[in-house]
């Protein structure tokens, strides 16, 4: 595709996009990227290096295209994409491959199926979509960060180098119908693309979970650099005001490091701060005195020249040194130089071993004729031969491991009670404690821990998106007492427990949840829009629990901040009290469950505790938590309502069957306690029976509240 349009007389720019300056700036961004995954807490806004490499790559391909097309006339899509892909795709895949052997080498087997799954993606360079998927699904979300995770980032890259040449494409044809310059008609583009990803960054998905990683959410700063490689030679600037924008841009770039936070909702407006510092770093050009002049020196050159290849190198050996016994061992300088030190000789290695060769080198295959059609032909073989070379293995394996997952499933389903050697919660017990026998293997099967769930009570969730009511009841219709466990998925996995209490006594228990709906009177937001069906449930919920006056509520809700938008600390609260009144002014006895100890944020917070019990380099006993940490790092606003209504409700508190004095525990009484890192196994939660028996029992007890008012409501019908 080769559309010709007039050349016109434009200032010449093509010594743009091959800056000395800009190869520092790229160096910048890598480190920054580099220094934060290795030390997080110093270099905590180290991930803006993505962001400021959004906006060169935007800077330079546009620059790239639109010169072109003021230098021949034509766009060469084919050549354009031929070039991309023999730069980018031999790095990419040794990186992929390497990484497939070192997870199944040494990463915990809880990792291997995942990690097939986004080399897979990564391949295909639909990365950033995948971790999207798994953001909104409820049972993926708690996945560990893969080795491969990392190519998020390039994978937006590669769409962004797909379509915008389309649409630069696109714009000469209406330039050439309408006479208007190129510039003119991709301006119009840039910016509609700049405003609309913009918007969508900072209002509608700002703080929704995938938000990060989405296309539509960083657009919008490749959009900026695009839309300023266009305004380029209109744009005259006095030098000492470059010099000065330029020291401006630098600042603002490495005060991000420091001053940004992974808990803010980025991107968003506080993206702004680093990608305007790009700009003005790119608009002091190499004036006299500009900050240029320091990136442009020869050493940040050089690490501008294989950035590329740090940050493929880098992420993969940040994770997997933690996996092998004898660099986790080191102190953590020394595994900080082993990490750097490594990662540069390799990114060396790469520069010139894959990266030139497949360029200008013996792997070229032809790619240095001068012949068009040859150069592209061979570029698209080579480029599918890597891809294919990458693609397949990970399928392979994908498909390996997937049936491997069945079996040790299908062999799971075994386990229904926990054996008497597997005392759970018992070993807790602070009057008799269950001792526990030494060389069991854990139960269950940690690779596979994340479906330990009991799939009668899964299916009383009621389906994230769906109007749908879906009560379970469970013991005796008709018995004497009357239970009702309501809430989100934290209370559901108290459900088999509460099961075993009413097949004790006889009596009935209904189950009533909604995965991520906290049960107060309050709205739950996704991707910035009010989740309609959360709030319809809870009402219906409401209507059936107040028309059947159950002997006993009992609510269970996850921390605040676990999943998706929800409402300020205030609201919460008010909303929590309005509506658990509702149910006291029925004259229902009303109990709440302190949520359940928080596996994250301790040493080994970037795997699950499945993962920890797996690791190669720690034992069960390192699989731990500070209590203080693991019961405080998100505020439980139940527990906070319940103090200031502790005359009517009450409080169930588990914590000490979790917890002891100091630590919180992922194994106990050879049980793994979660399934990742704030829900609970079946099996362990089973255990918990005996202890909830008696509070249970306690509570019913207390005499009931008097109802305000007899209102009779219809029950709701249940399917």
């Known amino acids: 595709m080769q559309p010709k349009i007039s050349p016109q007389p434009k200032m010449n720019t093509s010594s743009i996009a091959y800056r000395n300056d800009l190869q520092g700036l790229r160096a910048l961004a890598v480190i920054a990227v580099l220094f934060f995954h290795i030390w997080p807490d ?165 703080g929704a979970p995938h938000g990060y990683f989405t296309s539509t959410t960083r657009a919008w700063e490749l959009s900026l650099g695009a839309t300023l490689a266009i305004l380029w030679p209109r744009i005259q600037l006095d030098p000492i005001f470059r010099v000065i924008l330029s020291w401006v841009g630098l600042t603002l770039v490495v005060a991000s490091v420091f001053v940004i936070k992974q808990d803010q909702n980025f991107p968003g407006y506080i993206a702004l701060l680093p990608t305007f510092g790009t700009v003005f770093l790119i608009l002091g050009n190499q004036a006299s005195g500009a900050a240029g002049t320091l990136l442009g020196y020869q050493p940040m050159r050089f690490v501008g020249d294989i950035s590329y290849a740090v940050y493929l190198w880098h992420w993969p050996l940040v994770v997997v040194s933690k996996q092998i016994p004898e660099i986790a061992k080191l102190s953590s300088g020394l595994q900080a130089a082993f990490i750097i030190a490594t990662t540069f000789i390799l990114s060396i290695l790469t520069k010139y071993f894959v990266e030139d060769p497949f360029r200008t080198g013996v792997l070229t295959f032809g790619l240095r004729t001068k012949n068009r059609k040859i150069f592209v032909r061979s570029s698209i073989i080579t480029a599918l031969c890597l891809i294919l070379l990458s693609s397949s293995l990970s399928t392979y394996k994908w498909i390996e491991e997937d049936k491997r997952w069945t079996e040790l499933k299908n062999r799971e389903k075994e386990i229904i009670h926990p054996p008497d050697d597997y005392p759970g919660a018992r070993a807790m017990d602070a009057v008799n404690p269950a001792p526990v026998p030494e060389g069991k293997k854990v139960i269950p099967n940690p690779t596979i821990a994340e479906y330990n769930m009991d799939g009668k009570h899964a299916h009383c969730m009621g389906l994230t998106g769906s109007y749908a009511i879906r009560p379970c009841e469970f013991g005796n219709r008709n018995g004497e007492r009357f239970i009702v466990l309501a809430g989100d998925s934290h209370a559901m996995q108290y459900g088999t427990a509460l099961e075993k209490v009413a097949t004790l006594h006889n009596w009935r228990l209904l189950v009533l949840t909604k995965p991520a709906c906290p049960f107060g009177e309050f709205p739950v937001y996704y991707e910035g829009w009010e989740r309609a069906e959360c709030t319809f449930w809870k009402k219906e919920v409401l209507k059936l629990i107040t028309a059947q006056k159950p002997d006993l509520l009992i609510i269970g809700t996850a921390r605040a901040g676990l999943f998706g938008q929800i409402a300020s600390p205030e609201k919460q609260i008010a909303g929590y009290k309005s509506y658990w009144q509702k149910f006291l002014d029925a004259g229902i006895r009303v109990a709440v469950i302190r949520d359940n100890p928080l596996m994250r944020g301790g040493k080994y917070s970037y795997m699950t505790p499945a993962g920890c019990v797996l690791s190669r380099s720690k034992s069960v006993s390192d699989c731990k938590n500070p209590r203080k940490k693991a019961l405080e790092s998100l505020k439980d606003y139940l527990v906070t309502v319940q103090e200031a209504m502790k005359d009517t409700v009450s409080l169930i508190d588990l914590s000490n069957y979790f917890c002891d004095a100091e630590f919180c525990y992922s194994v106990i009484g050879n049980i793994l306690v979660y399934r990742d890192y704030h829900h609970i196994t079946d099996v362990y939660g089973k255990t918990l029976a005996p202890y909830l028996d008696k509070i249970v029992q306690n509570l019913l007890k207390k005499p009931a509240p008097t109802p305000v008012s007899v209102q009779q409501q219809a029950p709701l019908n249940q399917p």
């Open 42 to 206: 110093s270099f905590r806004g180290g991930f803006i290096g993505v962001d400021v490499f959004f906006v060169i790559s935007g800077f330079l391909i546009t620059t790239l295209l639109i010169v072109e097309i003021e230098k021949t006339g034509r766009l060469d899509l084919g050549n354009f994409w031929a070039r991309r892909m023999r730069r980018l795709l031999p790095a990419a895949t040794l990186v992929i491959i390497v990484s497939l052997f070192l997870a199944f080498k040494y990463m915990p087997e809880t990792d291997w199926l995942n990690t097939t799954k986004q080399a897979f993606a990564s391949s295909l360079y639909f990365q950033n979509w995948m971790l999207v998927l798994q953001s909104v699904d409820y049972m993926a979300r708690e996945a560990s960060a893969t080795l491969v995770q990392h190519y998020w980032s390039l994978s937006i890259e590669e769409q962004f180098y797909i379509a915008w040449p389309l649409i630069i494409f696109l714009a000469v044809a209406i330039g050439r119908g309408t006479l208007r310059s190129i510039r003119s008609v991709a301006l119009i583009f840039s910016t509609v693309i700049l405003v609309a990803s913009f918007s969508i960054s900072a209002f509608v998905y700002l």
